[in-house]
């Protein structure tokens, strides 16, 4: 029988603490192995940031940095929750095994190395935290200027982080989505390499995460009935599913996986659409999102890649569903005390919005898979 614990706090008022309350104690911060991995790969380092060294030996370089330290991420079953909520074959892909800790690193790599490729000297990004860190070790890695736009507002730990890898900090004042703005803005006018959500880089990154397909259908060896995951920008979602797609158009699986997403209640405009039963992702109220410590890395008024994950879902005939912070801390702290996974909270939505259905109505016996994105220190 289903845990009470999860679906007993649908629609429950959230009673977390703001970020205006409280900025410095953002839970958003995912944990990586920086210094260790930057010790692995000190001789690769070496040549792939030597400017004097031929392209061709510095992407040799790269590469093989890339290849040995990013994605074949954690992928194992969680016997325990399927117990505690009487689901079968619940597999679960943990990103937190990354570099930095996210799923971000893959991203971050890919477009480092195509900056290299393309002659590009600097890479301008927004973040609010995780993105910033793995943009910046890859940028590190690369030998290459990484300005990193953050929102004048927040204080996260990784800000320390971001400028022990040379990052250049640039404040930007309003949220999120204007950092994005005014970092894209500068990158066209500067003629740095634009590493943005939503951008012209858009296929790069969608093909990045693409590989957590290919490296899912590895172990299973054919798609699983469904596929779990939180969305913010909805850029993760929409890769995985163009894996898939890939993999089931070239013959090597024998069905697509439906498409589930889970995120912040009420606060992002994916799930929003799919509920409203609208054809495209509208943008949100910006005065009506608030911001928690928990739901953080989820919520945007605006999804830069929102419609492809709406896509994602919609074309696979799955669903999208609203989680409370209170789900997700509960959550956290099961496949932590479960599964042994030091998991963020916001990293379960997805896998919230998938046993809150299952809970509804029993799923079929099958294999599931959930991704979560982030580790927790």
């Known amino acids: 029988m289903a845990d009470e614990s999860l679906s007993s706090l649908v629609g429950v008022k959230e009673s977390g603490i703001s970020l205006a309350d409280d900025p410095n104690a953002m839970m958003d911060n995912a944990t990586g192995e920086i210094q260790g991995i930057q010790e692995e790969v000190k001789a690769q380092q070496a040549i792939s940031t030597n400017l004097r060294k031929p392209l061709d030996e510095r992407l040799e370089a790269f590469e093989d940095i890339l290849d040995s330290q990013v994605g074949d991420s954690t992928f194992v079953r969680a016997r325990n929750i399927e117990r505690m909520y009487g689901i079968r074959q619940l597999f679960l892909k ?3 095994s990354n570099p930095t800790g996210t799923q971000k690193d893959r991203i971050a790599f890919a477009q480092a190395m195509d900056a290299m490729r393309r002659g590009f000297d600097a890479i301008a990004v927004a973040t609010c935290g995780n993105y910033g860190v793995a943009m910046s070790l890859a940028a590190s890695l690369a030998g290459i200027r990484c300005l990193v736009y ?8 990784r800000i320390k982080e971001m400028q022990d890898l040379q990052a250049e900090i640039v404040r930007v004042p309003g949220d999120y989505e204007n950092a994005v703005l005014v970092s894209s803005k500068e990158a066209e006018l500067h003629g740095y390499y634009d590493a943005n959500p939503g951008g012209i880089n858009t296929p790069l990154q969608l093909k990045a995460y693409g590989e957590i397909a290919y490296e899912i259908y590895d172990e299973l060896r054919d798609a699983p009935v469904l596929i779990a995951g939180p969305v913010s920008n909805g850029t993760t979602l929409a890769g995985v599913y163009r894996g898939f797609l890939s993999l089931y158009r070239r013959g090597k699986t024998s069905r697509m996986p439906k498409f589930v997403a889970g995120s912040s209640f009420r606060k992002n405009p994916i799930v929003q659409a799919f509920l409203k039963n609208k054809e495209r992702c509208e943008d949100l109220n910006p005065q009506s999102i608030r911001e928690t410590l928990v739901n953080e890395p989820l919520i945007n008024w605006h999804s830069s890649d929102g419609d492809h994950a709406l896509q994602s879902v919609r074309l696979t005939h799955g669903w999208a569903g609203n989680a ?8 956290s702290k099961q ?36 991704i979560l994105t982030g580790k927790r220190a």
């Open 324 to 331: 409370s912070d209170k789900q997700m801390r509960e959550l």
């Open 150 to 157: 953050i929102p004048e507002r927040y204080h996260t730990k």
């Open 94 to 96: 943990f990103e937190g």
């Open 335 to 370: 496949l932590r005390e479960k599964e042994g996974l030091h998991v963020l909270p916001a990293a379960t939505a997805g896998l919230v919005a998938l046993l809150e259905a299952h809970r509804k109505e029993p799923l079929i016996g099958d294999r599931y898979v959930a």
